[in-house]
């Protein structure tokens, strides 16, 4: 494609990725109020948040493959649809009280969002190389109107079908995800790679078990896991522990739409910072965010220490998350991309659903406090695999044996 046309679908990316992201911070405030709505029992509320991280889970590598062969368009169009069918799901679950309909409208929002993460991927691939952790961050930067937008919409549309609450949220994700489908349409993305066995041309491709097993593949899908599976553990109840707090549901969602502000507005500079320090570094600053997040909400619960805990929780995710993906996009050669950024995303899928049971476990047993003391445990992992990167790259520089 032409050095123009390449530009404007770029754009046109970052737009898809703005929109289809608009239901991501939704859907945090919704999960957990929903759920305790039609619950059988309070210790289920946030079940449906765990089935959506779940159904991330088992979509993320099929997803990845199904783009790998057909195509970015065709994969993303088809996560449009899933995200339409759990709005709609989502609204028939309330009108008719039924919680497994909105365990099952969860997880078709899940494998779609889940999803829309490859759009950071699509976006590497629009540019060159070295342009490539900018255009990641710039696409993750994208969300900022997500996070603006999304709250409002909840709002907006929460009370569309009183007496029924959060309904009208619901049905503002499929119309939403319609949004987003025709966004998709018109984007002309670079074709999938030849697959090498069709292509004799094309050098072997090494088996995705021997290709996680470098050093930088590995820190990379260890740093994209863990970062993300400290944030959900600590966002995920955090609507619940506001409103048992005594704070408002209003508040709840000002609080969230602060953290995912943060979690994105970062991104129009940490490609930068990666292009500048490295990506081990700025993994190594996230975990650091993360650990302080925790730190901040383990000092109290007045609603300063909700934001503060909060908006360092996003920053340090997208230091951990950006630097990871970078660091991923980087280690890979495009034949190698499909099979190890499904790998990727599943580990992050799996990171972040055992991260949403654990935190829906101990916020309902134990507190909040205990729920910021289990997200340090996830840091110091992230601190220990960057650390070991950089001893290895020491000794390999040093000519010691591996």
């Not at 899908?221 to 966002?235: E, F, G, T, W």
């Not at 704070?247 to 969602?253: I, K, N, P, S």
Request: charged share 10%.
């Amino acid at each position: 494609m032409s050095e123009r046309l390449l530009n404007a679908n770029f754009l046109l990316v970052l737009a898809s990725n703005a929109v289809l992201g608009a239901p991501m911070p939704m859907l945090i405030i919704l999960g957990g109020l929903a759920g305790i709505l039609l619950a059988p029992f309070d210790a289920m509320a946030t079940v449906p948040v765990s089935v959506q991280m779940f159904a991330g889970l088992l979509a993320a590598a099929p997803m990845s493959v199904f783009m790998g062969r057909y195509g970015r368009k065709l994969g993303f169009l088809l996560a449009a649809g899933l995200a339409f069918a759990g709005g709609l799901a989502g609204m028939l679950a309330l009108f008719w009280g039924s919680f497994w309909l909105l365990c099952l409208g969860h997880g078709c929002l899940g494998a779609a969002l889940i999803s829309f993460g490859y759009f950071r991927f699509a976006a590497a691939e629009l540019v060159v190389e070295k342009w490539r952790p900018t255009a990641i961050s710039f696409t993750l930067g994208a969300g900022l109107v997500a996070a603006v937008l999304g709250p409002e919409i909840f709002i907006l549309t929460r009370d569309a079908f009183a007496p029924i609450p959060f309904a009208g949220a619901y049905l503002a994700i499929a119309g939403i995800a319609a949004a987003g489908s025709v966004l998709v349409l018109v984007t002309r993305y670079p074709p999938p790679p030849k697959r090498a066995e069709t292509d004799a041309a094309a050098p072997p491709v090494a088996p995705a078990s021997a290709i996680v097993r470098r050093p930088k593949v590995a820190v990379a899908l260890i740093a994209s896991a863990a970062s993300y599976a400290a944030m959900v553990l600590l966002m995920t109840p955090t609507p619940l522990a506001m409103v048992g707090c005594g704070f408002t549901d209003a508040q709840a969602g000002d609080v969230i739409r602060w953290h995912v502000i943060a979690m994105f507005a970062p991104s129009f500079f940490t490609g930068m910072l990666i292009s500048r320090f490295g990506s081990g570094a700025i993994v190594t600053i996230g975990a650091v965010l993360l650990g302080l997040s925790a730190v901040a909400a383990i000092a109290g619960i007045t609603l300063a220490h909700f934001y503060v805990s909060l908006v360092l929780l996003g920053i340090g995710w997208n230091f951990g998350f950006v630097g990871g993906t970078a660091m991923l996009s980087e280690s890979l050669s495009p034949a190698e991309r499909p099979a190890v950024q499904g790998i990727n995303d599943t580990g992050v899928a799996l990171a972040s659903t055992i991260a949403s049971f654990g935190s829906g476990a101990l916020i309902s047993a134990f507190d909040w406090t205990s729920v910021a003391l289990a997200t340090l445990p996830v840091v110091v992992a992230i601190v220990l695999a960057t650390l070991a990167l950089r001893l290895s790259a020491a000794r390999r520089a040093l000519g010691a044996p591996r």
